[in-house]
């Protein structure tokens, strides 16, 4: 069963920096695609930054910039890089992996959170 276990989380000062991981419990060649999205209380969760299988990445407007999504395949570990941490970044990170299925299904599989919290 896959497993998704996130890391990193903490109090910071704004302009600080924060990494958060993202332990998986599995090869990370199996998936399609990872994120990171974030959730702040009263919002819905919204999509940070993905990197797809290809390498290829993409960014919320709000993070471009400043963040980063990388992984490391022998650690089995994605990462999310922050830097010059914003108050409106306070939020529960979670991390997330998707395969996509040949037959056309696609399962997305999700940690449990990491809270992240900016002090201005």
């Known amino acids: 069963q896959v497993q998704l276990v996130e890391s990193g989380g903490g109090l910071v000062q704004a302009g600080g920096s924060l990494r958060l991981s993202c332990a998986i419990s599995g090869s990370t060649f199996s998936f399609d695609a990872f994120g990171w999205y974030r959730q702040a209380p009263g919002n819905q969760r919204d999509l940070v930054a993905i990197?797809?299988?290809?390498?290829?990445?993409n960014y919320s407007d709000s993070v471009k910039g400043r963040f980063t999504i990388s992984r490391d395949n022998a650690k089995n570990t994605v990462y999310l890089q922050m830097n010059s941490l914003k108050p409106e970044d306070t939020a529960v990170y979670y991390c997330n992996a998707l395969i996509n299925w040949r037959t056309g299904g696609k399962t997305n599989y999700w940690g449990q959170g990491t809270q992240v919290t900016v002090s201005s």
């Open positions: 990197l797809a299988r290809t390498g290829t990445t």
